[in-house]
């Protein structure tokens, strides 16, 4: 059994607009169709004046800068699977709008090769630097028989 490939440090991200088609897609896959995310007139009444993201929506892009560092670390391994295994300490600290970029950051912070588990640190701000969401994920380096 090998190292993992994974260091403190290594990091990837991920960055997309979210479209009106974003949020209506991620609500018909789960059918979440509350009113923050599908209905207008009722949020011009609320703080943000208008439709928000999803919350889940943001993790989602967590899981892809997730994926990306993953992939890339395993290009060259077959031995090895990389599982997410959950986030931790997710918050969502400012609404998503439509029109808004989103660019999550990904780093890792901590490696345990006797559990084969690493930890990172996410990030999410939008197209003005102002932090959306953070979360804590744990992956597990899966070796393959």
């Given at each position: 059994m090998s190292?993992?490939?994974?260091?403190?440090?290594?990091?990837?991200?991920?960055?997309?607009?979210?479209?009106?088609?974003?949020?209506?897609?991620?609500?018909?896959?789960?059918?979440?169709?509350?009113?923050?995310?599908?209905?207008?007139?009722?949020?011009?009444?609320?703080?943000?004046?208008?439709?928000?993201?999803?919350?889940?929506?943001?993790?989602?892009?967590?899981?892809?800068?997730s994926a990306l560092l993953a992939m890339r670390l395993t290009e060259a391994r077959q031995d090895l699977t990389p599982m997410s295994i959950g986030y931790d300490r997710v918050r969502f600290t400012a609404a998503v709008k439509i029109g808004d970029t989103i660019t999550v950051n990904y780093e890792v912070r901590e490696v345990d090769q006797e559990s084969r588990r690493s930890r990172a640190a996410l990030t999410a701000t939008n197209d003005d630097g102002e932090v959306v969401g953070v979360a804590e994920h744990?992956?597990?380096?899966l070796v393959n028989p």
């Open positions: 190292d993992l490939p994974v260091t403190v440090g290594d990091n990837a991200s991920f960055t997309k607009t979210v479209g009106e088609s974003d949020i209506y897609g991620f609500a018909g896959i789960t059918g979440d169709f509350a009113a923050p995310h599908v209905n207008e007139a009722f949020m011009k009444r609320s703080q943000y004046g208008q439709r928000v993201a999803h919350g889940a929506l943001l993790v989602g892009f967590m899981s892809t800068a744990i992956m597990k380096w």
